[in-house]
Structures are given as structure tokens and as C-alpha cells.
């Protein structure tokens, strides 16, 4: 699965960003897709996920601000992450991942949350 991203940027405390994450190839066998996010000094942490189901889980942090949700095609599936109230404390590169027999993995995307 190739995945392409976008939507990172700079934004203002209390701003919103909206990230996407399109999966090439057969969407079928997609069984979950989602985003980690990895911050400069911490480690790699899952910010949200969404099922092929459409169950979806979400860091502590993040409920409540944060949506993930997805749009499927007939051979795409793209899955967004929808950014409210966004914090200092969320700048971090976003890494979309989607899980097949393996996990595939995004170049990553940029979000900075300053004024």
C-alpha cells in the first residue's frame, strides 16, 4: 500500500488543520488505517485509528478535538483526521499508517501549533 498525506502547516493556537491520508491498491484488504504523531525528544504515539468496521479509538489527548474518519472508493480508500483546538502540545510530525499482512507507513507531515 503507497500512502500519500497532506494538510500539515502552521497554525495558531486554537486553530484547525485537516490532515488526509490516501491508500493506493485494494481497499479490501485495508484493515485499519490512522495516524501516530511523533514529536521532537518523545516517542512515536497513536493520536487516532479507524477500522475497516468503522470503529475508531483515539489518544486521551486528543478526544474530543480530534475526528477521524474516512471516505472509501471503488480501488481508494482515504482517511482524514480533522484537527479542532489545536494545543502547542500537538506539534508533531503526523505519520498515517495502514494495516494489511504489514504495516505500511507515510513520509509524515508537519503540524506546528504556534502564535
Known amino acids: 500500500v503507497q500512502l500519500e498525506e497532506s494538510g500539515g502547516g502552521l497554525v495558531q493556537p486554537g486553530g484547525s488543520l485537516r490532515l488526509s491520508c490516501a491508500a493506493s491498491?485494494?481497499?479490501?484488504?485495508?484493515?485499519?488505517m490512522g495516524w501516530y504523531r511523533q514529536a521532537p525528544g518523545k516517542q512515536r504515539e497513536l493520536v487516532a485509528g479507524?477500522?475497516?468496521?468503522?470503529?475508531?479509538?483515539?489518544a486521551d489527548s486528543v478526544k474530543g478535538r480530534f475526528t477521524i474518519f474516512r471516505d472509501n472508493a471503488e480501488n481508494t480508500v482515504t482517511v482524514y483526521l480533522q484537527m479542532n483546538s489545536l494545543k502547542p502540545e500537538d506539534t508533531a510530525i503526523y505519520y498515517c499508517?495502514?494495516?494489511?499482512?504489514?504495516?505500511?507507513w507515510g513520509q509524515g507531515t508537519q503540524v506546528t501549533v504556534s502564535s
Open positions: 479507524i477500522t475497516s468496521g468503522g470503529v475508531t479509538n483515539y
Open positions: 491498491g485494494s481497499r479490501f484488504s485495508i484493515s485499519a
Open positions: 499508517y495502514a494495516i494489511r499482512s504489514y504495516t505500511s
